[in-house]
Nanobody, 115 residues
Framework: VQLQASGGGLVQPGGSLRLSCAASGSIFSINVMGWYRRAPGKQRELVAAITSGGSTNYADSVKGRFTISRDNVNKNTVYLQMNSLKPEDTAVYYC?????????WGQGTLVTVSS
């Protein structure tokens, strides 16, 4: 399954963005999907995860501001709603399985939070 993230852009602090991750095939059987990010000069980190049953988990840095969701059946898509964005949320965002496979990562989407 190939995963393609989209929806990034430039937003002012306090603003919102909704990221989408479209899968080339069914994600129904993938137990845990996640959104990761890599900020400039930092390692990639997992910021949000969701199980096939809908249970979610978030990094402390985004808890209460980000919401992950998934549509297993109709659109094979995973979403990340990001509210109250901060400059420190600036990063390239990726979606992938949790834990990530050894295969190369798909292209991420750049989120820049700046006034």
């Amino acid at each position: 399954v190939q995963l393609q993230a989209s929806g990034g852009g430039l937003v002012q602090p306090g603003g919102s963005l909704r990221l989408s991750c479209a899968a080339s095939g069914s994600i129904f059987s993938i137990n845990v999907m996640g959104w990761y990010r890599r900020a400039p000069g930092k390692q990639r980190e997992l910021v949000a995860a969701i199980t096939s049953g809908g249970s979610t988990n978030y990094a402390d840095s985004v808890k209460g501001r980000f919401t992950i969701s998934r549509d297993n059946v109709n659109k094979n898509t995973v979403y990340l709603q990001m509210n109250s964005l901060k400059p420190e949320d600036t990063a390239v965002y990726y979606c992938n399985k949790v834990p990530p496979p050894s295969a190369p990562w798909g292209q991420g989407t750049l989120v820049t939070v700046s006034s």
